[in-house]
């Protein structure tokens, strides 16, 4: 009998930055955290979490670059959060809106 093929579904995922960190936050529900496959480089972060009937798959690109070697990650309640320094504080010059 041949094994049932395994949907691949992007989670909801929410990547926002203050000036100092990058925070992430992705939506893995019923998800075992020893299942979990997570990378980052310096401007994009991937992840691969498998369940019993589907995987969660996705990436995706910083806009700005982090020190992934700092980056911390957590897992509870089907909540992967991920906090990542920025390389270099954010500044930018704030433009007038007419």
Do not use: Q
């Amino acid at each position: 009998m041949a094994e049932k093929a395994r949907v691949t579904v992007t989670p909801t995922a929410c990547v926002c930055h203050d000036r100092e960190k990058y925070t992430i936050e992705v939506e893995l529900a019923g998800v075992d955290k020893k299942n979990i496959d997570f990378e980052m480089s310096d401007r994009s972060f991937c992840f691969k979490a498998p369940r019993n009937d589907m995987e969660y798959l996705g990436c995706w690109v910083l806009a700005h670059a982090v020190l992934p070697d700092k980056a911390k990650a957590t897992f509870k309640n089907g909540l992967l959060m991920v906090t990542a320094p920025l390389a270099r504080p954010f500044k930018g010059v704030k433009v007038p809106i007419e």
